[in-house]
């Protein structure tokens, strides 16, 4: 029989019981759905709507079965459809008849919308943590090589060269974005739907307040109807988690790029590799190849989810059920994600030989030449074309600009004087950017003081 059975004279049929059951997926409730269950309990019994004892009943019963649960010592039935009527069940189980006043001024429309706000408020808090944790390998890595110069590109071709650690912080800041964002979705998620009922609210006096402020909810919902339909909370946190693993897969690319033997900037460690099982020569960079890989799956579950939503009228629709599983799978790919990144960085080696050995054979210098004959008078238009020739003639030469003689200098221009090869060092490029935000010595260290800041380091 079940719970709702009474208006029904058949049994249901075995494949809808499968088809509708959640608790295939929501068994990840457990912990949450017997919290609010206290809560509301609690609350029943100190407004009068059920007996103090039975409530005192119904909360040590509910703590006894949290223990049970945390210790995996239950099990949940298909029967019972979802985490909801499996913990009532339990419930009964244990205390007996009294657990059927649980439900009062109470539906599952309500309990499930509540359940998700208190999994998610913790799952929110989780991903900020781990962003944290990234952002200091990031700012880590970026202080231990902060001299290191790389080339910079553009359309992936050599174009100015930049520090390695300014490279890295462009991270430090998308991810302080995606920070933001995952706490600003944590105020939509942080509040509380309990006391909508199935969608119009309850005919029993509750206390909404009460049950707020024992669950610790910041805000709670001022329309019924909008409580138990909502779900734009959950949207916002996969729009922020495709941000951030959009951000990731990028970062991915440019390490798969930078450990292969063509580039060779870095080596990631051993422990974060894995080998191939026919050529015994290599170690490949499966971890940020399946980041980006399953960055795929979370703009999935983004549009999944939005789909959903778009035709469904007010208010509870079963539709919504369908709204936990790719919020859980985008949990389960972000978190990893964000953890293996952290060790990935840290313990990532910068290949500063293979660094140097790129730059000897780089044209990155050349806006400087360009900037230098522009000091000198000439319109830049016509110091790019001087430059261009320049590099023309240095390609065909089998030379770059630092080795240049000051004679094959003025073959091009009279305004060049020896002061240029002092202009074409790469060290004298990267620093001549010092503008807030540009490449050089200074700029970087100002900008890593600011990124220590919003971790609260400095
Ligand atoms: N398992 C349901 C869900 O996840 C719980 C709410 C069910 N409510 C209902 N009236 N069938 O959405």
Redesign the pocket.
């Known amino acids: 029989m079940k719970l709702w059975g009474g208006r029904f004279t058949e049994s249901t049929d075995q494949l809808v019981e499968a088809y509708t059951a959640?608790i295939g997926f929501?068994q990840r409730l457990a912990e949450v759905d017997i919290r609010g269950s206290i809560a509301h309990a609690t609350m029943l019994g100190q407004c009068g709507i059920i007996p103090e004892q039975d409530a005192q009943i119904l909360v040590d019963g509910l703590k006894s079965l949290l223990t049970d649960v945390q210790n995996g010592a239950v099990e949940f039935r298909v029967e019972d459809?979802?985490i909801?009527m499996n913990i009532e069940r339990l419930l009964h189980e244990r205390v007996g008849p009294v657990a059927g006043k649980l439900h009062t001024g109470r539906?599952?429309?309500d309990?499930?919308a509540l359940d998700m706000h208190l999994f998610m408020k913790v799952a929110l808090q989780q991903i900020e943590a781990a962003v944290r944790e990234l952002q200091t390998a990031l700012v880590e890595v970026a202080e231990k090589h902060r001299s290191v110069i790389i080339p910079g590109y553009t359309h992936l071709q050599r174009a100015q060269p930049v520090l390695i650690s300014h490279h890295l912080l462009a991270y430090f800041w998308m991810l302080e974005r995606d920070a933001g964002r995952i706490r600003d979705a944590f105020k939509r998620t942080d509040m509380m739907p309990l006391g909508a009922g199935?969608l119009a609210g309850t005919t029993f006096p509750i206390d909404r307040e009460r049950v707020q402020q024992q669950l610790g909810f910041a805000e709670l919902y001022e329309n019924s109807l909008d409580a138990v339909s909502d779900r734009d909370y959950l949207v916002e946190f996969l729009s922020a988690a495709s941000l951030l693993m959009m951000h990731l897969s990028r970062f991915s690319e440019e390490l798969i790029l930078w450990s292969s033997e063509e580039f060779g900037f870095v080596e990631l460690a051993d422990r974060y590799c894995t080998g191939s099982s026919m050529m015994p020569q290599k170690k490949n960079p499966d971890v940020p190849e399946l980041v980006r890989g399953k960055t795929g799956r979370v703009y999935g579950h983004l549009m999944g989810l939005l789909t959903v939503l778009k035709g469904l009228p007010l208010a509870?629709n079963?539709d919504?059920?369908e709204d936990?599983e790719g919020v859980f799978d985008t949990l389960d790919t972000l978190l990893p994600a964000l953890w293996l990144f952290t060790g990935m960085v840290k313990t990532m080696k910068v290949r500063e030989d293979r660094i140097v050995a790129a730059l000897a054979r780089d044209f990155s210098n050349a806006t400087d030449v360009a900037d230098y004959l522009v000091r000198k008078g000439l319109p830049f238009r016509e110091a790019h074309a001087v430059v261009g020739k320049l590099v023309l003639y240095a390609l065909g030469n089998g030379k770059n600009l630092t080795e240049l003689s000051l004679d094959e200098y003025k073959a091009q221009s009279a305004l060049f004087d020896a002061d240029v090869f002092e202009t074409v060092s790469l060290e004298t490029v990267v620093n001549r950017r010092e503008a807030r935000g540009g490449t050089a010595k200074s700029a970087v260290e100002f900008q890593l003081q600011l990124a220590k800041q919003k971790l609260g380091l400095a």
């Open positions: 959640s929501d459809e979802d909801h539906s599952r429309n309990q499930v199935a509870y079963k919504l059920q936990k």
